[in-house]
Nanobody, 123 residues
Framework: QVQLVESGGGLVQAGGSLRLSCAASGRTFNNYAMGWFRQAPGKEREFVAA????????YYSDSVKGRFTISTDNARNTVYLQMNSLSPEDTAVYYC????????????????WGQGTQVTVSS
């Protein structure tokens, strides 16, 4: 049973930072890509960032580029999303996802999903 468990969400003021974690278990993810997506109320789920487990070739949406950083700790089977300079527009439920092979911008390419963690940024 594959499990992805997110943590680290919460309430933060605009301009602040949060670090999300996604712990993976249940299989070997050596040749997988890990992604972060988010969904704000009333909006569709959108791509945030993705990375290969090797740590190479990180990808970001234009809205978070330069503010967010995705990284992996393979020893811990964990992927992180460091979020800086947060704004109220970043408020959403953030989901971790995994897929075999390379990174993808599209949520339908990902096979496994976490339950999500709420990030709320106050103005």
């Amino acid at each position: 049973q594959v499990q992805l468990v997110e943590s680290g969400g919460g309430l933060v003021q605009a301009g602040g930072s949060l670090r999300l974690s996604c712990a993976a278990s249940g299989r070997t993810f050596n040749n997988y890509a890990m992604g972060w997506f988010r969904q704000a109320p009333g909006k569709e789920r959108e791509f945030v960032a993705a990375i290969r487990r090797s740590g190479t070739s990180a990808y970001y949406s234009d809205s978070v580029k330069g503010r967010f950083t995705i990284s992996t700790d393979n020893a811990r089977n964990t992927v992180y999303l460091q979020m800086n300079s947060l704004s109220p527009e970043d408020t959403a439920v953030y989901y971790c996802a995994a897929r075999p092979g390379g990174s993808s911008y599209y949520d339908y390419d990902y096979n496994y999903w976490g339950q999500g963690t709420q990030v709320t940024v106050s103005s």
